[in-house]
């Protein structure tokens, strides 16, 4: 609630830096020339917003990374939100949830957390199966419409051409960030709904709650049904392998 009042007094520059801070969290690491034109700003407007966000530990700056050969002159910078910078966007209670889940691996053990994160899933199965159904058999057009979906529900999620195949479902912004870095289940069941959703394997390439700038799952092309539907590589087995570059965050 005082977020909320907070948010309702906010003054033009207050609100065109969340404005500039979303946008990074949607698109992953940008730079400022990038952002002027996605958000109709001029670079110095920007640069000014960025700068802010710096100093408040939201944003952090970093040479961009270029493919080929480095250009003469001062690499330009690209700027990605920090863990600070998630957290101010998540869901507030992440602290009352993790409680509540420590209690319960403490007095249920293991399989009981696991249980948790397996009934969350099936939640995000219920929620999302019916868009899910209606885009056919496709397993790349099942996948978009997952991202439509969760995106409708703040996920900033997008899909992008895998780099052996396949594609990626990319989420900028997850609800449960701070608690899925300590438990990891949440993020290992949800990536199996996913290829249940889908109907292809799915794989966990990098996640929020571990650092990186984006959570990303590599569904394999297939069509609905034709996986067999046991486990899914988990994150930990999976991590030697970084997301694409044009879909880090």
């Given at each position: ?6 948010a309702g ?16 969290l ?25 700068d ?36 101010a ?12 889940l ?27 199966s ?12 099942r ?23 396949g ?14 870095a ?5 993020c290992?069941?949800?990536a199996?709904?996913?290829a249940?959703?889908?109907?292809a ?22 069509s ?11 994150e930990?087995a ?10 880090s965050?």
């Amino acid at each position: 609630m005082q977020q909320q009042l907070a948010a309702g007094h906010q003054g033009p520059d207050s609100r065109t830096r969340d404005r500039v801070a979303r946008a990074i969290l949607e698109g992953g690491p940008t730079t400022a020339v990038a952002l002027a034109d996605q958000l109709g700003l001029t670079p110095t407007a920007v640069r000014r917003h960025l700068d802010a966000l710096v100093d408040s530990g939201r944003v952090e700056a970093r040479e961009q990374r270029v493919a080929g050969p480095r250009r003469r002159g001062r690499p330009a910078k690209e700027f990605a939100l920090t863990t600070s910078g998630h957290a101010a966007m998540t869901t507030a209670y992440d602290d009352l949830a993790a409680s509540a889940l420590r209690f319960l691996g403490a007095t249920g053990g293991e399989q009981a957390v696991e249980a948790f994160a397996r009934s969350r899933a099936a939640e995000i199965e219920s929620r999302y199966s019916s868009a899910v159904e209606a885009a056919g058999p496709s397993a790349e057009e099942r996948l978009r419409a997952l991202a439509d979906a969760l995106s409708a529900d703040g996920y900033a999620a997008s899909v992008h051409s895998g780099p052996a195949g396949g594609a990626q479902l990319c989420q900028g912004h997850c609800p449960v960030q701070s608690v899925a870095a300590q438990f990891p289940q949440l993020c290992d069941a949800e990536a199996e709904s996913f290829a249940r959703l889908v109907g292809a394997p799915a794989r966990r390439l990098s996640t929020l709650a571990h650092g990186e700038h984006v959570c990303t799952t590599h569904v394999s092309s297939s069509s609905p049904g034709s996986h067999h539907r046991g486990r899914p590589q988990s994150e930990a087995a999976s991590r030697t392998t970084a997301p694409s570059g044009g879909t880090s965050r």
